[in-house]
């Protein structure tokens, strides 16, 4: 053996072990989520779920408060969204919302001091609003919560804001007027992807159209173009990314237009998206003008929520904690601890019990989004269906527009 080939064997070696530093390590753990021998799997690595779960530990829920006496409404000022709680049920919530959101800060955070009444704070007025938006979840959402139900801690985790709210992203400057759709940005958005790094904007902030998957085998009447496809592929990326799962969780890749061979969660999905479209819009945007630059976007664009603002990589909240069900005032209609805890679970993809406030189920010939098609042979994107977004509506000079 040559000088050379002693000094290269031994590079290559290095270099090889280097490489295999950024893979996990064996064994995987595996979750049978379909029909076996179908590759309806779910994998996981061992070591992280462990961590994972450690993590997504709820609060313990406080003692229950005495539910008769005067209402809250009857014994302080201003009180407009929790006034038909008891003295005693109003004084255990907003504790308990203290531990959720502002541990450190406590009740000063939202509340002038000497002065509770005084809307003068603009987190008094945000905290009313996100009051109306949890109630609204756990009672006109059941499709997307189920009995489960979220609460303030179900985003915040101790933090005055959640960890993984977002603005519409600027992405890098470039030197000339030339520049790329969005993709090679290396964004944790898209997980990595060679793919548009902003899909929240056009998709969970806005509602332009995702499906991009045909129900013809071959290309014919569907005109979706690659670009759309990859926007499409961002989301499904973000989604995937943001409950820890794969696209079987909800998808058999063998149809990803068929409703059909889908599992259940992809129904639960469908209202998922909507639900979060609903929270930006109608809860969200509206506090704009009330919130700090602090609390903003280059845009002007107040932070906004997506699918890991609550499931934080994992495909239930919490792992599925019952929190909300110890708190009447967190529904609209403030029931009885002992209802609560002996109503009956609704099943996941059940949309009956989704009120007004939520759309109607999908019917098979309107798919919800389609799971990432990665495995597609390379014609299979021209083929999907569907029609590129409708212009994005500006933030500012949302980038997003262009992009699109």
């Not at 950024?22 to 049978?32: A, D, F, I, N, Y």
């Not at 969204?81 to 531990?99: H, I, P, Q, Y």
């Not at 009447?328 to 601890?337: E, F, R």
């Amino acid at each position: 053996m040559s000088p050379a080939q002693q000094l290269t064997l031994p590079a290559v070696i290095v270099v090889a072990s280097v490489m295999l530093l950024g893979c996990e390590g064996p064994p995987p753990g595996t979750e049978q989520i379909g029909y076996r021998g179908v590759g309806m799997e779910n994998y996981y690595n061992k070591r992280q779920r462990a961590l994972s779960i450690q993590a997504n530990q709820p609060v313990e829920s406080l003692p229950a408060a005495d539910s008769t006496g005067p209402k809250a409404s009857e014994v302080y000022q201003n009180v407009q969204v929790l006034k038909d709680l008891s003295v005693g049920e109003f004084t255990r919530t907003m504790v308990a919302v203290t531990t959720w959101v502002s541990p450190k800060e406590g009740c000063n955070y939202c509340h002038v001091p000497g002065n509770w009444a005084s809307d003068d704070i603009y987190t008094k007025v945000v905290s009313r609003r996100m009051f109306e938006l949890v109630r609204a979840a756990n009672s006109d959402w059941k499709a997307h919560v189920a009995e489960t139900g979220v609460t303030c801690y179900t985003c915040h985790r101790g933090n005055p804001v959640p960890k993984y709210a977002w603005v519409t992203d600027p992405g890098p400057k470039y030197p000339s007027g030339l520049k790329p759709t969005g993709q090679n940005y290396g964004s944790k958005t898209v997980a990595y992807a060679s793919l548009p790094f902003d899909p929240l904007t056009p998709f969970l902030d806005q509602a332009n159209e995702i499906r991009i998957t045909g129900n013809a085998a071959l290309a014919g009447s569907n005109p979706a173009s690659l670009k759309q496809a990859e926007w499409t592929f961002g989301l499904m990326m973000n989604i995937s990314d943001s409950l820890g799962v794969g696209c079987t969780f909800c998808h058999n890749t063998r149809a990803f237009n068929d409703w059909t061979q889908s599992t259940p969660k992809r129904t639960t999905a469908w209202y998922a998206i909507r639900h979060v479209r609903d929270i930006n819009q109608n809860y969200i945007w509206p506090l704009n003008d009330v919130l700090p630059a602090s609390r903003k976007g280059p845009y002007g664009d107040p932070l906004r929520v997506s699918c890991m603002t609550c499931h934080q990589a994992v495909n239930k909240p919490l792992y599925g904690a019952q929190m909300a069900k110890d708190y009447p005032g967190l529904y609209k209609t403030a029931v009885t601890q002992e209802a609560l805890a002996g109503s009956a679970p609704a099943s996941e993809a059940a949309p009956a019990a989704a009120t007004e406030a939520a759309p109607e189920a999908p019917a098979q010939e309107v798919p919800a989004a389609e799971a990432v098609p990665a495995a597609a042979e390379p014609g299979a994107a021209e083929a999907a269906g569907s029609v590129e977004p409708a212009p994005v509506e500006e933030v500012a000079p949302a980038p997003a527009a262009q992009r699109l």
